[in-house]
Each structure stands twice: as C-alpha cells, then as structure tokens.
C-alpha cells in the first residue's frame, strides 16, 4: 500500500496553504477562549485572535514550553470541560512533574488516521503481522501505534516492551511482519537473535518503524543488515500527539510531516527566530485540529531542519531531517555544544559496526574533561598494543576534529557499558556545577 | 606455525583470574602465556591445546578474541641459546613484534614463542641455520 490517505498526503501547496491557515485561525480563537495561560500569553504581547490571520502571522505568537505543562499541571492547559476527554496519557519527567496529555475522542480518531498514514509508509497493509513492543500505558508509544495498525487492519501483536527471548519467539512463531520498537531495541533483538542462533531468514520481518530517541544512518544500515528488513525513522512526541507527527517513506529521505494536522517551524533556540528554509536549528509544533490539548508553537527541544522540495513517493508534505540531537542532551562542554549523536558518527566511521559507546562527563579542578568509553569489537582489536593504540588515536583525533574538543578515549570491555531495553543511557554527567 | 589466540582485557580486577578459570572449567591447557599492558587495557596472549575451542568459549564468555598465527622454536637452553636464534632473524632483516617463553620445557630446550614481521622467511632461515621450528601438533603435546 501506497498511501493511506492520497488526498491529504499528497495535497497540492495552495490547498494545504489554505486548509493550514482556516485551521489555525480557529485554534488560535479556541486556545485564547478556553485556555487561560494562552490568553495571558497573547495579552502580554498584546495580541489578539483577530491579529491571526495569515501562515506567516504564526511567528506572531508566543512559545509554549514543556514547562507551561508542568505549571498547568494536570488539567490546565486542556481546552475542552473534562467531561470531553476520554484518553490521558503522561510523560514520565526525569525532572520535576509529569507531562499530561488529553485526548478527545476526535483527538484518538486523528491519531489513529496519522499512526496509519506512518504505518502504511512501511508498507503496511491489511495482511501484516505488526509486533508492537513499544510499552503500552501512559506512554503514548504502544497504544499510539496500536489505533493506527488496527485502523489499517493490520494483525496486532500487542506484546510491549521487553521480555526480549519471548519477543523473539513471538517473532519467529507468529510470523511478525513489521516491527514497531525503538532503534537502540530493535539492535538489543539483533544481538539477541544471534545468541539465541535465531537467523534472519527464520523470521518474516518486512519492515520496521523506529523512533522515541535520535539515531544515525549507520545505525540504520546495521539494523537493516542484521534483521534483513528496510527500517523506517518515525517522529513523535506525547505533547503533540504521540507518534504519528511524522515518518519516512521508502525512500528514506526525510520525515513527512502530516501538515494538515501539524504546522513545524524551525528556530535558532536562542534567538527564538524563526529560521530560513533549510537551516538546522529547534523544531516548533503547532497543532491544528486537536481539541483535547492544543498546543501554540510548542518547543520539541529536537534539533533538525526542513525539506520542501517534492519527494518522490509523490507525498507533497514538508519533511523533516532525522533528528540529530536535543538542545537539552545537548551537554556543554568547555564552551563547546556536544551531542551524543556527533560522537556515535565519528565511531561507526571507522568500523563496520556500531561499537556501544558512552560519554562520561567530569570537572576535574576547573576543567571539563570528556571520556568517551568504546567497547572493543572484534574488528578493532588485535594482538598487538600498537594497533590498538592507534585506533584509539584515530577516535581520539576523529572526535577532536569533528567536536573542536579533546576528549580521552578508553577501550573497554564488550557487553560492560549498560544496555537498556527502552533508550540508551549515552551520557554521565559526574560535573558537580 | 602456531596459533596463538589474544584476548582484550580492561585493566580491572579479576579480569584474568576470569580467562584462566573459563579455561580451566573447559579442559583447557595452558602452555604459554604473556601479557601486554598499558594504563587502560591490557593484551592477554595464549597459547593452549586447543585454540579454537578456546576462542568459543571465551566469546561466550563476553570476552574479544583473536587469533594469530606465531612462531614456535626451540633452542639449546644454556647461555646464549636465545642469542644464537635472534642473531639469525636479525641478520636477515626480520623484525620481532614481541617474544615470550613456555611454561613448561622439555629435554634440555627451552621454548620460545616469537611474533615477527615476515613469518614464512623467518621458518625457512631458521630451518636453514639448524634451529627447530615446532608444529602446531609438537606444542599441544607439551
């Protein structure tokens, strides 16, 4: 299957234009009348509804921050009586309170057509075996892609998270045909598989559809090498709907937003100016049919940029670039902006496979230092310290010239960095500041 | 030749009691063995009785292994044994990567293990001034 829905996916720019601006009038009418926060924002800055009437009056309006959730917690900042929702879900905060999302039942109906529009562009269809083992709960990831593969009418496998030997079996058994998980999971089944002598061949894997946490293109080869299957990239987040924001197509060149439902922007996250077409900075939501908890140019803290031009799929929407790193991962170190993203580049350039790596951040007096911690793997090692000195060297260089740091770099054992099941953990930040 | 397997060691504690006890608990024989250690890591160099088994189950073990292919001589142990075999490989431009001698011995030679540079010329010169190469089956037996 192509497309799930060719007259929205591949609408033409005037009509889109013109969908988008009739869209975001009435959202901006609906937040300042029901949504207190937003109304004091838009009075603060001495705007009205009725300023709102062009795409480009967009920039016109104030940011929303995951903070302004947290502030309005629970209910706040939804702008509909409570009595309309029926779905909440939450993201766990690491810092501070939970986010909450509420969904009304036209909410749940366009995020079953958006997951579908992701999922047929994995090649989805009616006869599919999907294995969903994003976690169901309040995460938005199982049950998000849950609605959209039984609005297909793909089979569901509702397995969730973890438990990976019984992934695995259920893979082989059921005849699993899409793998829905996150990337760093799907590589954890393909280390699994083999110590389990599960083949690629026994399996009937077609396609996956990854995302929850950036990833690299090496990344993606390695999957699609180990589990024989194409391997899509798919964006979401709980606070505009969960997943189903945006995803590749066959073609891999870039994630298609679904427009018509969400408008993206891309800042310089300092300025708070908007970005010329093409330029790398933060992306900015803003959602347009949702009821439960609109949001008004929402900081998604992601940083990637945008493609205009037509893919050739024939979907006509805006895509956007894999995601390459957070402006909150984002450590700094000695003055300089790192990403955990920038160093796992630099490794899989040097070998054939993804070595598992972690970044350990330290003051040590007055100074920063970076360690980078690299398992060995059987292509880097060799029986003589010379060569092993030199690989280490060239990381070490490689990272120095790619970051405009120095960091120590230390080979370590296989398998003796941590692996977890859901996102890895790539940075230690040990600075007491 | 000899094949000789290596293992990455972190330089942490009980790192190698873990090789020698995978080993043992497998039936396997220790003949040679030396290590190359800098501040971070350290190279563990084996020679055993049965190499490929060897490399199973220290894989299994989570462990990175090589194998490489070494020489294996013997040379009259008394002084100047080992000069009279070094004298040869260096008269001939062959370079040593590193050397290091058997546990065990037998008769009145001592045996040495030796990584070098051009391995196929270096059997054949020491064949060529009487110093005895062993064979893979010669090691084992020791």
Not at chain 1, 37 to 56: A, F, V, W
Not at chain 1, 301 to 330: A, E, F, P
Request: proline share 4%; net charge negative.
């Amino acid at each position: 299957m192509e497309y799930w829905n060719p007259a929205c996916e591949c609408m033409d720019r005037d009509e889109m234009t013109r969908i988008q601006t009739e869209r975001l009038i009435e959202t901006v009418k609906r937040v300042y009348f029901n949504v207190p926060s937003y109304r004091n924002k838009m009075q603060q800055k001495g705007i009205e509804p009725g300023d709102i009437k062009t795409l480009d009056d967009l920039k016109k309006l104030p940011f929303t921050y995951k903070q302004d959730l947290r502030d309005n917690y629970p209910y706040g900042m939804f702008a509909v009586p409570l009595s309309e929702i029926v779905r909440i879900h939450a993201s766990s905060g690491t810092t501070g309170k939970q986010t909450v999302v509420g969904y009304t039942r036209k909410d749940l109906d366009t995020w079953a057509e958006v997951t579908a529009r992701t999922l047929a562009c994995a090649g989805t269809d009616k006869s599919s075996f999907i294995q969903i083992a994003y976690g169901y709960g309040l995460f938005t990831g199982g049950l998000g892609i849950h609605y959209g593969a039984e609005r297909i009418g793909a089979s569901v496998i509702p397995i969730s998270g973890g438990n990976t030997k019984r992934q695995l079996q259920i893979m082989k058994d059921f005849g699993t045909t899409i793998l829905a998980c996150t990337p760093s999971y799907a590589l954890y089944m393909a280390e699994e598989m083999e110590e389990a002598g599960i083949k690629k061949e026994d399996l009937h894997l077609k396609a996956g559809i990854f995302g929850a946490e950036p990833w690299s293109e090496q990344m993606r080869d390695e999957i699609e090498r180990r589990l024989g299957i194409l391997a899509i990239d798919i964006y979401g987040l709980s606070e505009v709907i969960g997943p189903g924001v945006a995803s590749e197509c066959k073609y891999k060149c870039g994630l298609h937003i679904h427009e018509d439902h969400f408008i993206p922007e891309i800042i310089n996250p300092e300025t708070e100016e908007v970005l010329p077409p093409g330029s790398l900075g933060e992306l900015v939501f803003t959602t347009i049919t949702k009821e439960g908890l609109p949001l008004i140019r929402y900081r998604t803290r992601d940083i990637t940029s945008l493609i205009y031009d037509i893919c050739k799929c024939g979907r006509t929407s805006v895509r956007m670039n894999k995601v390459s790193g957070r402006t909150d991962d984002m450590i700094i170190i000695r003055g300089v902006n790192v990403f955990p993203s920038q160093i796992e580049s630099v490794l899989l350039d040097l070998g054939e496979t993804a070595p598992h790596y972690q970044l350990i951040v330290d003051r040590v007096g007055k100074l920063d230092m970076l360690e980078v911690r690299v398992e060995m793997t059987q292509y880097m090692f060799s029986d003589q310290v010379r060569n092993i000195e030199n690989t280490e060297k060239k990381i070490r260089n490689a990272i120095e010239s790619t970051l405009g740091i120095s960091a120590k770099v230390k080979l370590v054992e296989p398998k003796s960095i941590e692996r977890s099941e859901g996102k890895a953990k790539r940075v230690v930040d040990n600075r007491k500041i | 030749m000899v094949k000789q397997i290596s293992v990455f060691l972190e330089n942490k504690s009980g790192r190698l009691a873990n090789v020698t006890r995978t080993l043992g608990m497998n039936n396997i024989d220790i003949s040679a063995l030396s290590i190359a250690d800098t501040t971070d890591f350290g190279i563990l160099r084996l020679i055993v009785n049965d190499p490929d088994k060897a490399v199973d189950v220290l894989e299994q073990e989570g462990f990175t292994v090589a194998g490489t292919d070494v020489l294996a001589i013997a040379v009259e142990d008394k002084p100047g044994g080992l000069s009279e075999a070094l004298t040869v490989l260096e008269n001939n431009s062959i370079g040593i990567e590193y050397i290091y001698a058997f546990v065990g011995k037998c008769s009145n030679e001592a045996l040495v293990i030796l990584r070098v540079d051009e391995p196929h010329k270096a059997i054949e010169i020491l064949g060529k001034n009487n110093i005895k190469v062993l064979e893979q089956e010669d090691v084992y037996k020791l």
